[in-house]
Nanobody, 120 residues
Framework: VQLQASGGGFVQPGGSLRLSCAASGSISTINAMGWYRQGPGKQRELVATITFAGRTNYANSVKGRFTISRDNAKNTVYLQLSSLKPEDTAVYYC???????????????WGQGTQVTVSS
């Protein structure tokens, strides 16, 4: 599976951005996609995931501000980032993999990172 991410950029606090991630290749091997991020000096964090059945999961740090959605026909996942804070500054990585039942998301594939910078 190949993942192509886009949509990062520079935004002021309180602003919004939308990230996109298009998947291609052996889509049948995955049933979920999501986004990780890694900020400067921070550990990698799983931000949000969505199964192809539509079940979503969010990190506590972004609940109520970020929304993950998908277009199965286009094999594309979106991450809407709203009410952005400076601490959201990070490289955001698209990922794809599987969720087994109600278990955790397991990443199998990674896209290139896209930089999100939140600053005044």
């Amino acid at each position: 599976v190949q993942l192509q991410a886009s949509g990062g950029g520079f935004v002021q606090p309180g602003g919004s951005l939308r990230l996109s991630c298009a998947a291609s290749g052996s889509i049948s091997t995955i049933n979920a996609m999501g986004w990780y991020r890694q900020g400067p000096g921070k550990q990698r964090e799983l931000v949000a995931t969505i199964t192809f059945a539509g079940r979503t999961n969010y990190a506590n740090s972004v609940k109520g501000r970020f929304t993950i959605s998908r277009d199965n026909a286009k094999n594309t996942v979106y991450l809407q980032l709203s009410s952005l804070k400076p601490e959201d500054t990070a490289v955001y990585y698209c990922t794809a993999g599987r969720v087994y039942g109600l278990g955790p998301f397991q990443s199998d594939y990674w896209g290139q990172g896209t930089q999100v910078t939140v600053s005044s």
